[in-house]
């Protein structure tokens, strides 16, 4: 993750001369004052806190808008050239909100013709936070306050225009068709994981947006089930053009060791820990720990989350290029099992998962996107060749069960015809008369077995796996249909799992005992 920058400025001097130099009357234009109003409008952070008044709803009553010193560096941070797309993890009550409602003042008022976009997950979450920029605006010395123009087909819940510069900040909630028509300099969305068209949205404004606007997601967390989550994660693994902010609880001064351990204790006693790490997290996997509606539970996946580790091996060489993953390097007379989900279409994956037979270890994986049904078989032909317990006998090649829905055929016809793998998984299909159909089939009927058998497996400690990747998933799958992103690894790894558990007839050899669950 990118670490904030510096800021040059101090804060604290800047502070105590903007109190001294002007009264809540008129200021006396001095040359020290005339300086600090061409700082504020070089630099978002002296702005916001010499010139800029927020208030609090729990106090009744507002005040200077005196930033921490985080708050300083996350602006400077912001204003580097190259931020261009930036998803901030953060924090509950950390003045986010005031903070980048004052950036988009901000921008408005010191850089002509700037159409700034604030996304919310409703109309009048969005209202609130362009009230934000009103409230600063209406408090701000008549110089660096240009005039507001209040156009009769608007109402400034949903806009704020300033006609002499052409510059305005539109209020949107989040909708399929929302942002599509409006070319904007900056974009901000606010509490992002919460907006129920995000993806949607964001294809539709980010194309406006161009090669120089600039993008801030910002929310905490709720959940895996989201866009957010997933551009968060995609950031930090530098699969998407975003980088990565997470903002911790304990940069808020008044989050004590003693008033977390307080939180704490409450959420514990009301059996609600995960939602504890959610909203005062000190780390994004924490943060990011689960909710009550993903398929395998928060508490388990804290366990899994702190067995996550770098791989030892990736090798960089043909046939693997980087995509392949090791935890443990092939052993000779170990027994593996190997389940595969080919990619379809769209951003899904094609993943290989590598158990050992005995001990269920997830020991290696196989991704990428970008690979043809053949290319993906000849892989995992390599990869089975790779992980055979004696390369000199072909019975003793990994079970290789691969799923022969859509795609999975040309993989497993590759797999049969032209590589000629020895240890191919056959499933057992058919009413009263069964017989051995080559492939793992996904259905109505396999597909809850399947995933049950998962998580039984993971509750009971006879599954695991440091795969970060992997773990991700499980932490955002939902089993109800309602989950849109990434399954391609649990469904790997499950298959895989039933290809090791059952041991059903494998070409070249049939096994008399099944392996224990």
């Known amino acids: 993750m990118v670490a904030p920058a510096t800021s040059a400025v101090h804060p604290h001097l800047l502070s105590d001369r903007a109190s001294s130099l002007f009264p809540d009357a008129a200021a006396d234009y001095n040359a020290e004052y005339t300086s600090l109003v061409s700082a504020a409008q070089s630099h978002p952070a002296v702005f916001l806190d010499c010139f800029c008044r927020i208030y609090d709803p729990t106090l009744k009553r507002e005040f200077p808008f005196h930033l921490w010193d985080w708050q300083w560096e996350f602006l400077a941070w912001v204003m580097r050239s190259e931020n261009k797309r930036i998803v901030v993890l953060k924090a509950r009550q950390l003045g986010v909100s005031w903070l980048v409602a004052g950036y988009a003042l901000w921008m408005a008022i010191f850089h002509p013709n700037t159409h700034v976009l604030l996304v919310s997950r409703i109309e009048g979450v969005a209202s609130d936070l362009l009230a934000k920029c009103a409230f600063m605006y209406n408090r701000l010395p008549d110089v660096l306050r240009p005039p507001l123009s209040r156009r009769h087909d608007k109402n400034n819940t949903t806009e704020l225009y300033w006609h002499l510069i052409n510059s305005r900040i539109s209020a949107l909630a989040s909708t399929p068709s929302s942002g599509r028509s409006s070319s904007a300099s900056l974009v901000i969305a606010d509490e992002w994981a919460d907006h129920p068209f995000a993806e949607e949205m964001f294809t539709g404004y980010e194309p406006t947006v161009g090669a120089e606007g600039q993008v801030i997601g910002v929310s905490t967390a709720k959940g895996r089930a989201n866009f957010f989550y997933r551009t968060y994660m995609g950031a930090k693994r530098r699969e998407n053009d975003f980088i990565p902010f997470f903002l911790s609880a304990l940069l808020h001064p008044g989050y004590t060791a003693d008033f977390l351990a307080g939180k704490r204790r409450t959420y514990e006693s009301a059996g609600e820990l995960w939602r504890y790490h959610r909203e005062y997290a000190v780390n994004d996997m924490e943060a990011f720990g689960g909710s009550t509606d993903t398929f395998f539970p928060a508490p388990l996946m804290e366990r899994l989350f702190a067995a996550v580790r770098a791989p030892d091996w990736v090798p960089p060489e043909s046939p693997w290029f980087g995509n392949l993953h090791v935890w443990s390097r092939p052993r000779y007379g170990m027994r593996y099992t190997i389940g595969a989900d080919p990619a379809d279409t769209g951003p899904d994956r094609s993943v290989g998962i590598v158990l050992e037979s005995v001990s269920g270890r997830h020991v290696a994986t196989l991704r990428s996107p970008t690979w043809s049904p053949y290319e993906f078989a000849a892989l995992l032909n390599a990869l089975g060749r790779l992980y055979a317990a004696d390369p000199a006998v072909e019975s003793s090649f990994p079970v290789l069960a691969v799923e022969r829905n859509n795609h999975g055929i040309a993989?497993?016809?590759?797999?049969?015809?032209?590589?000629?793998?020895?240890n191919l998984y056959y499933g057992r299909e058919g009413g009263r008369v069964r017989k051995s159909v080559l492939g793992w089939?996904?259905?109505?009927?396999?597909?809850?077995?399947?995933?049950?058998?998962?998580?039984?497996?993971?509750?009971?400690?006879?599954?695991?796996?440091?795969?970060?990747?992997?773990?991700?998933?499980?932490?955002?799958?939902?089993?109800?249909?309602?989950?849109?992103?990434?399954?391609?690894h649990v469904f790997a790894g499950g298959i895989a799992w039933q290809a090791r558990s059952a041991f059903p007839v494998v070409r070249g050899t049939r096994r008399t005992a099944a392996l224990a669950r």
């Open 411 to 422: 993989v497993l016809e590759a797999l049969s015809n032209v590589h000629r793998y020895p």
């Open 441 to 488: 089939l996904t259905t109505k009927a396999s597909r809850p077995v399947m995933l049950s058998d998962l998580k039984a497996a993971v509750v009971d400690g006879s599954w695991n796996t440091e795969d970060d990747v992997m773990v991700d998933e499980m932490a955002a799958f939902e089993e109800d249909g309602k989950y849109d992103g990434h399954d391609d």
